[in-house]
């Protein structure tokens, strides 16, 4: 009973290194996310991805790529590594589900995975 | 203003006591609403789903006051185990996409 796989899940980088965060999940969820948790700030939102082959910005994308060439796994990268970017990063897939009659009562029920610490030097 | 604003704690109570908690949302729009909980250095978990008629979960109680925007997590006898951050979670549909907002969290320590 996987859910939501990351790897790796500790890394140390040097500024301006470059590396990719993978995420799998096996329970055929159509949205799957990134996020990063700072002391002291609530989860933010870096990337998401609504299906297979789409991505879109969430609230923090800048020095961030993501790719989804396949619906089980969404990678984040990071392109040239700035010390900023130390933080605990967090993948995450769903299934929405709506319902109600006459509107829409909308869920968006996230499963986690274990995080990746990041360090950057 | 945050969007999602919750005490941070800690609270510190012995076991077997009840604990409350609040949060408040600063957006109208929101659809739908979660307790997670988060152990130190793991993920988050979902806890239980708020309903607007209320909902309990054996020694959780969850409301929800759409008219205040305000959310409470309420859990009786407390364990050693319920130690956690308890963070509360909004979902907004935004242009077309749900958009989970999270609090920063309120830290709970029981103690024997």
């Known amino acids: 009973n996987a859910g939501v796989t990351q790897t790796p899940k500790f890394r140390v980088l040097k500024t301006g290194q470059s590396m990719t965060l993978l995420c799998a999940q096996d329970?055929?969820?159509?949205?799957m996310y990134w996020y990063r948790q700072d002391p002291g700030m609530g989860l933010r939102l870096i990337h998401y991805s609504v299906g297979e082959g789409t991505t879109a910005k969430g609230e923090v994308p800048d020095g961030y790529n993501v790719s989804r060439l396949k619906k089980q796994n969404f990678l984040l990268g990071l392109e040239s590594a700035a010390p900023s970017q130390t933080s605990v990063y967090f993948c995450?897939?769903?299934?929405?589900?709506?319902?109600?009659?006459?509107?829409?009562?909308?869920?968006?029920?996230?499963?986690f995975g274990a995080g990746t610490r990041l360090s950057v030097l | 203003r945050k969007e999602v604003e919750q005490d941070p704690g800690p609270f510190n109570v012995p076991e077997g006591a009840t604990v409350a908690f609040n949060c408040t949302y600063s957006?109208?729009?929101?659809?739908?609403f979660f307790w997670y909980r988060q152990d130190c250095r793991k993920e988050p978990k979902l806890l239980m789903s708020?309903?607007?008629s209320g909902n309990e979960d054996g020694r959780f109680t969850a409301q929800l006051n759409r008219a205040s925007q305000y959310i409470s997590l309420l859990i009786r006898d407390s364990k050693l185990s319920d130690s956690a951050t308890y963070l509360c979670v909004v979902n907004m549909l935004n242009t077309g996409f749900q958009k989970l907002v999270f609090g920063t969290g309120t830290r709970l320590l029981v103690s024997p």
């Open positions: 995450a897939s769903s299934y929405s589900k709506t319902s109600g009659a006459g509107g829409l009562v909308a869920k968006n029920i996230q499963y």
């Open positions: 957006n109208s729009a929101s659809q739908s």
């Open positions: 329970m055929n969820h159509e949205y």
């Open positions: 708020v309903y607007s």
